[in-house]
């Protein structure tokens, strides 16, 4: 036995069969000294599809998460408004042993991706929809903050250490940056009366350096 969720909205009566369907994504390419080889890749997009009978009338082994009955239009309106409504949401399946002990649960985010609505007559006043789901990822540009290409020096009290993991989030690279500036901050120590900055380790307030 199983609970089926869709966008928090209980299932009234769940599908006869579920599929769930992952297809992987390697690419096998032929190399002159090897010949085929398989690229391993990230699989593709879970896609999951059933059917569903929604009732039209109220039978007693429908469930309704509050009790109350809902017919088949009210669950149809709420499909196409996910169709057209260009978001994604949860999908639900809850997975029961005969004794209500949970076995395993699948759950994704999803996009509907098409829903088909059947009229039989062997269905009676009931209404048949076949769904059809794939798995959203979420995705979006990154945003690389950019380090520049200067830094001032703002106190005669620090160091090419601390400069270097502040502004390059480097510690390591303060002799690069001495490297990069030594006539520069060789300048400023002749200027503070300091015949050399013994390699960076004497810095004065306002000095400018390059990125290395």
Do not use: C
Not at 134 to 154: C, F, L
């Amino acid at each position: 036995m199983y609970r089926l969720i869709i966008d928090g909205q209980y299932v009234p009566i769940p599908p006869e069969k579920i599929s769930i369907k992952v297809d992987g994504d390697n690419k096998t390419m032929t190399l002159i000294n090897l010949g085929e080889v398989n690229i391993l890749r990230n699989p593709k997009l879970t896609e999951i599809s059933f059917d569903l009978l929604l009732p039209n009338q109220h039978y007693p082994f429908a469930f309704y998460s509050d009790g109350k009955y809902k017919g088949a239009d009210e669950y149809i309106k709420k499909y196409k408004e996910l169709l057209s409504s260009k978001k994604a949401f949860k999908l639900e399946i809850y997975r029961y042993a005969p004794n209500d002990k949970k076995i395993f649960n699948t759950i994704l985010t999803v996009s509907l991706e098409r829903l088909t609505i059947t009229d039989s007559v062997s269905d009676g006043f009931d209404s048949r929809v076949s769904l059809e789901f794939k798995e959203y990822r979420k995705y979006g540009a990154v945003k690389v903050k950019k380090i520049p290409n200067t830094y001032t020096i703002k106190s005669n009290k620090e160091t090419l250490t601390l400069i270097a993991k502040k502004w390059l989030k480097d510690s390591s690279k303060g002799s690069a940056i001495y490297k990069k500036n030594k006539k520069v901050i060789e300048k400023a120590a002749k200027k503070h009366k300091i015949k050399s900055s013994s390699k960076g380790k004497y810095l004065y307030k306002g000095t400018v350096l390059r990125k290395p």
